[in-house]
């Protein structure tokens, strides 16, 4: 069984960094790709960062020249290093993962459980 499990979120004061780990587990094939989200009570989640299948990375208008996305392949994780937090990046922050279980079956996204960051003013 496949897991993603992300850590490293925290309560912390505005102008301060945190990094988020997201490492996947289990019994799989290959990681396609790995992305960032994130998401505060009554909205829609929003991609904060990910990298294309061309090894370019995205990240959300709000957070670029703060937040670095970096993969660690032979580590099957992700990592996002968020410096000169804001009160709006207050979110529960999830990675998601496209991996393919075995040889030749299709890619199936996961999850991860969210990590709370907080913020403050």
């Known amino acids: 069984q496949v897991q993603l499990v992300e850590s490293g979120g925290g309560l912390v004061q505005a102008g301060g960094s945190l990094r988020l780990s997201c490492a996947a587990s289990?019994?799989?094939?290959?990681?396609?790709?790995i992305a960032w989200y994130r998401q505060v009570p009554g909205k829609q989640r929003e991609l904060v960062a990910d990298?294309?299948?061309?090894?370019?990375?995205n990240y959300a208008d709000s957070v670029k020249g703060r937040f670095t996305y970096s993969r660690d392949s032979a580590k099957n994780a992700a990592y996002l290093q968020m410096n000169a937090l804001k009160p709006e990046d207050t979110a529960v922050y999830y990675c998601?993962?496209?991996?393919?279980?075995?040889?030749?079956?299709?890619?199936?996204?996961?999850w991860g459980q969210g990590t709370q960051v907080t913020v403050s003013s």
């Open positions: 998601n993962a496209n991996i393919q279980e075995r040889r030749w079956y299709p890619l199936r996204a996961y």
């Open positions: 289990g019994n799989f094939f290959s990681i396609s790709t």
């Open positions: 990298v294309t299948s061309g090894g370019i990375t």
